[in-house]
């Protein structure tokens, strides 16, 4: 077990502990021996902040690269746990579950969870933006009971030049499948007088009590649609749940 690392110490109270122990092979016990325990108050300081920059409606990892916190538990494994202390005004914190798995709003959030990819920014601004916006991520870090407040990660949004033209609520009337047209999406460039360009719908997360479907095959997270699959009414959706007459759903993209 020790070989493995399977016995762990777990520290509730004082500061000078000792550990009394005696070793036996099944016959001969060993002599009483004692291992001291010196317990340490938690330093806790930022070690990477650098920010983040994406684009209005977009979504972003944070690593560690970008965020990070160091203490003086050297060489052991401790729970950092960071929590946001104000809302968010452009956009939320999303975590996944899972490698592949559903990503969901967070308030708080662990360093293992940066270490191992499953942290996101996610720009849910909805506004036609005249210039750039910040968001102030402002968080606490905490280590134990020991806490380093006021902190803060900046985020930079690029706004969209990219707007939509038309977006308008798909009406089933008691049909459990339906095509989704031009007539419900439709962007268009912010300068009106832009040459024409090929609009690519990525889907940020899939609807959850239907399918969207492309030409019949069912799309979700990663992947998407263009304005000409509108256009030739190759882009549908399909409700799955029993009782669709009194539900509705939706689903967010990019």
Same mark, same amino acid.
């Given at each position: 077990?020790l070989?493995?690392g399977n016995?762990?110490y ?7 502990l000792q550990?009394?122990?005696q !070793?036996?092979?099944g016959?001969v016990?060993? =002599?009483?021996? +004692?291992?001291? $325990?010196?317990?340490?108050?938690p330093? /806790? ?5 650098t920010g ?6 977009g979504a ?8 990070s916190v160091?203490?003086?538990?050297v060489?052991q494994?401790?729970?950092i ?8 005004r ?8 899972s ?9 708080s959030?662990h ?10 920014y996610f720009?849910?601004?909805?506004e036609h933006r005249?210039?750039?916006v910040?968001?102030?991520l402002?968080f606490? !870090? ?6 380093? =407040?006021?902190? +803060?990660?900046? $985020?930079?949004?690029?706004r969209?030049? /990219?707007?939509?033209?038309t ?5 089933m009337?008691?049909?459990?499948h339906?095509?989704?047209t ?5 962007a ?8 024409p ?5 990525v ?5 959850k009590?239907?399918n969207l ?5 069912r799309?979700?997270?990663?992947f998407?649609?263009?304005q ?8 549908s959706?399909?409700?799955?749940i029993?009782?669709?007459?009194q539900?509705e759903d939706s689903?967010?993209?990019r």
């Open positions: 077990d070989e493995a016995v762990v777990v520290h509730q109270s004082g500061t000078d550990l009394t122990f !070793v036996s092979d016959t016990p060993s =002599p009483i021996a +004692t291992l001291r $325990i010196l317990a340490i108050e330093n /806790i300081r930022l070690h990477n902040n983040l920059t994406i684009s209005q409606g972003a990892r944070i690593t560690t690269a970008n965020l160091e203490t003086n538990a060489k494994r401790v729970a746990l960071y929590s946001l202390t104000e809302p968010l452009y956009g939320e914190i999303q975590k996944q579950g490698i592949g798995g559903e990503w969901k709003k967070v308030e959030f360093q293992q969870d940066l270490e191992q990819g499953r942290i996101q720009s849910t601004d909805p005249q210039e750039d910040t968001e102030k402002r606490s !870090v905490q280590v134990g009971q020991k806490v380093l =407040p006021n902190n +803060t990660f900046t $985020i930079s949004i690029k969209a030049t /990219i707007k939509m033209k977006m308008v609520p798909l009406q009337k008691n049909k459990r339906k095509n989704i031009s007539r419900e999406l439709e268009m460039l912010e300068d009106p007088n832009s040459a360009v090929p609009f690519h719908y889907i940020i997360q899939a609807p009590k239907g479907e492309l030409l019949g095959n799309l979700t997270e990663g998407g649609f263009t000409d699959d509108l256009q030739r009414n190759h882009l959706y399909s409700a799955t029993r009782n669709a007459q539900a689903f967010q993209f």
